[in-house]
Nanobody
Framework: QVQVVESGGGSVQAGGSLRLSCTASGYIYCRQDMSWYRQPPGKEREFVSTIAWDGSTTYADSVKGRFTISQDNAKNNKLYLQMNILKPEDMAMYYC???????????WGKGTLVAISS
């Protein structure tokens, strides 16, 4: 059974930094894309960043230059999101998603909350 678990959320002042982590387990091989999404209070879930199976990365315009997605090269099931220069509008529940190209299934975590105080 595939599980995706996020960690690292918390409360931080505007201008500060946080690093989120995501661990996927319970699978053998997926050729996966790993992504971060977020859902601000009262809004729809939105895309933040992806690191594809080939290592290429994509970012939402709102986080470019401030957030960095990375993967543990020794453990492709470990994903990170370094968030710098945090703004009040970054406050949201952050979700990790693993897209498994082998079976076409998206696996989601339950989220980790990031709160920003101004």
């Amino acid at each position: 059974q595939v599980q995706v678990v996020e960690s690292g959320g918390g409360s931080v002042q505007a201008g500060g930094s946080l690093r989120l982590s995501c661990t996927a387990s319970g699978y053998i091989y997926c050729r996966q894309d790993m992504s971060w999404y977020r859902q601000p209070p009262g809004k729809e879930r939105e895309f933040v960043s992806t690191i594809a199976w080939d290592g290429s990365t994509t970012y939402a315009d709102s986080v470019k230059g401030r957030f960095t997605i990375s993967q543990d090269n020794a453990k492709n099931n470990k994903l990170y999101l370094q968030m710098n220069i945090l703004k009040p509008e970054d406050m949201a529940m952050y979700y990790c998603k693993m897209k498994c190209w082998v079976n076409g299934v998206d696996y989601w975590g339950k989220g980790t909350l990031v709160a920003i105080s101004s």
